[in-house]
């Protein structure tokens, strides 16, 4: 059974940092692509950023420079460091994975997905 865990929201004040976690089991982690997907309150699911299973990086462009994605495939695990976060930053971040060797931030690549994990950045 193909399982994505996310963990490591929190409430955190503006400026501040955290660090989310995506655990996968169930499949063969060092052939997928894995991405962060969030959805701020009320509006739609917006992909942030994605790893590709070599190590290709992608951003969009309201995070490059304060997010950093890696992956740790002895520990089938992605991390996505989130530095200098904003209230905007705020929302339920999901992690899911895509089988496709290029990276993607659109949700219809991605077959599987974890439950989401709640970050809220205070102002």
């Known amino acids: 059974e193909v399982q994505l865990q996310a963990s490591g929201g929190g409430l955190v004040q503006a400026g501040g940092s955290l660090r989310l976690s995506c655990q996968v089991s169930g499949f063969t982690f060092d052939d997928y692509a894995i991405g962060w997907f969030r959805q701020a309150p009320g509006k739609g699911r917006e992909g942030v950023s994605c790893i590709t299973r070599s190590g290709g990086e992608d951003y969009t462009d309201s995070v490059k420079g304060r997010f950093t994605i890696a992956r740790d495939n002895a520990k089938n695990t992605v991390y996505l460091q989130m530095n200098s976060l904003e209230p905007e930053d705020t929302g339920v971040y999901y992690c899911?994975?895509?089988?496709?060797?290029?990276?993607?931030?659109?949700?219809?690549?991605?077959?599987?997905w974890g439950q989401g994990t709640l970050v809220t950045v205070s102002s």
């Open positions: 899911a994975a895509s089988e496709s060797q290029y990276a993607s931030r659109r949700a219809r690549d991605f077959g599987s």
